[in-house]
């Protein structure tokens, strides 16, 4: 297999709700290399979890991306503004997990605040409510090591959406029947998870 560089020093650069971090390597050649990051975990989580890549240890979940799906066959999508964006983006409910929650009491909490939906009680076997896939994968390997769990889910309506006052959320339903002529025809931007499960989805006809 071949050499790959080797984390020497972990250096906080800056603090808040996301930190950024410079990881210091040294190189198969024996030279130095600087790489900056952003993680919202504390130095020594940071490192801890470094360090457990390292030695092939799987991560925890930070977070899950909802795929929700009614019985009448439609995907439950949200816009929601993104501040980072300055703009309405499409993408499905997904939120972090708390410490100690578990995957379904997450999924059903971010559905219930963000669209008002949640794990349908009636599911079966054939069509769980709850069906993760197997991993938690990160959003985005060049910048940060966040890790969110997809998940698919059977959901039914059951309240109003309780959004966080910063938050605003436009939930709404899209016929899976009607994902190829949504592609072709949005121009709000959208998100990567929504743009290629939307894009599976229409690719299966």
């Known amino acids: 297999m071949q050499a790959v560089p080797q984390l020497s020093n972990i250096r906080q650069v800056s603090d808040g709700w996301i930190k950024k971090y410079v990881l210091a390597y040294t190189m198969p050649d ?4 600087e790489y900056e990051s952003a993680s919202r975990k504390s130095l020594d989580a940071y490192r801890a979890e470094l360090e457990g890549n ?3 240890r799987a991560c925890a979940a930070d977070a899950v991306c909802i795929v929700p799906q009614t019985a009448t066959g439609e995907l439950l999508l949200i816009r929601e503004f993104r501040y980072p964006l300055n703009s309405w983006c499409i993408a499905f409910p997904a939120g972090l997990m708390e410490p100690g929650e578990d995957l379904a009491t997450c999924v059903d909490r971010e559905l219930r605040e963000e669209t008002g939906y949640a794990l349908r009680t009636d599911a079966d076997a054939d069509a769980p409510a709850l069906d993760p896939l197997p991993q938690a994968g990160y959003s985005s390997t060049g910048l940060t090591d966040e890790t969110v769990h ?3 889910a059977q959901v039914e309506k059951v309240a109003d959406a309780q959004p966080e006052p910063a938050e605003f959320i436009e939930p709404f339903l899209l016929p899976i029947a009607d994902v190829p002529r949504f592609l072709a025809e949005n121009e709000t ?3 990567i998870r929504a743009q290629l499960v939307l894009e599976a989805f229409a690719r299966r006809r």
Not at 30 to 33: D, E, L, R
């Open 30 to 33: 024996g030279s130095t290399y």
């Open 54 to 56: 390292a030695a092939g």
């Open 150 to 152: 997809v998940v698919f």
């Open 189 to 191: 931007p959208i998100g």
